[in-house]
């Protein structure tokens, strides 16, 4: 079983909707969770970098949230454009195997006009 | 411009022919890696390094090579590729000398491997 999973796998909404998006971990501990985005035939851009103590993180339109307890993250895009339409990928990095990175298998979103 | 540079960005090949990868950084980071990312499965790392002449096995290491001669290069080597090594290849780099550092990792923009 994956250590990150996310949900949904793929997602389509209308361009000026909101949308949020899931990840679950079971890697304990950890030292920081990451939202990448990753366009069609191009790598991963970080979005977040939430460390354990914090509970959120804006990147403009982007806003990441924590619940530490729950081991539970979320991604919410606001007013989502044209351009969101990517893959978007949770990471945690487990501090018990030297920090290494457990990548989530992402999730597809598709904004739609 | 800040980048990660790979080539080549696509390559078809035949099993047991050797290839290398090549990965170069313009940024100065100590640490990069190489990962592979399939259908439905997450980035899966390959091979990492945490500075020059300093390189170690990630998750999926069988049937890779790779070496850090030089701070900015970090190629990767398939001696004798097999069908099951088709993927996309990613390489980044960081400037945190651990991988979970609080520094974004940046990526190269892919390779895309076929191996009949």
């Known amino acids: 079983k994956n250590q990150v999973e996310q949900s949904p796998q793929s997602l389509i909404i209308l361009e000026g909707k909101n949308c949020t998006l899931q990840c679950n971990y079971t890697v304990s501990p950890f030292s920081n969770l990451r939202w990448y985005k990753q366009d069609t035939g191009r790598g991963p851009v970080s979005l977040t970098i939430?460390?354990?103590?914090?509970n959120t993180k804006s990147n403009g339109r982007y806003t990441a949230t924590l619940d530490a307890d729950t081991k539970q993250s979320s991604l919410h895009i606001t007013a989502s454009q044209l351009s969101d339409s990517a893959s978007y990928i949770c990471v945690v990095s487990a501090l018990q195997y030297g920090n290494k990175l457990v990548f989530g298998a992402g999730t597809i979103l598709r904004v739609k006009s | 411009e800040a980048q990660v540079t790979q080539n080549p960005r696509y390559l078809i090949t035949v099993t047991g022919k050797k290839l290398t990868v090549t990965c170069s950084q313009n940024m100065n980071h100590e640490y990069m890696s190489w990962y592979r990312q399939d259908p439905g499965l997450g980035l899966r790392q390959i091979y990492y390094s945490m500075n020059v002449e300093v390189t170690d096995k990630g998750d999926v290491p069988e049937g890779y090579k790779v070496s850090r001669k030089e701070k900015r290069n970090f190629p990767l080597i398939l001696e004798s590729p097999s069908p099951n090594q088709t993927s996309l290849y990613f390489c980044a780099s960081s400037l945190s000398p651990g991988q979970g550092g609080d520094q974004p990792q940046h990526f190269g923009d892919g390779t895309r491997l076929s191996i009949l």
């Open positions: 939430m460390t354990f103590s914090e």
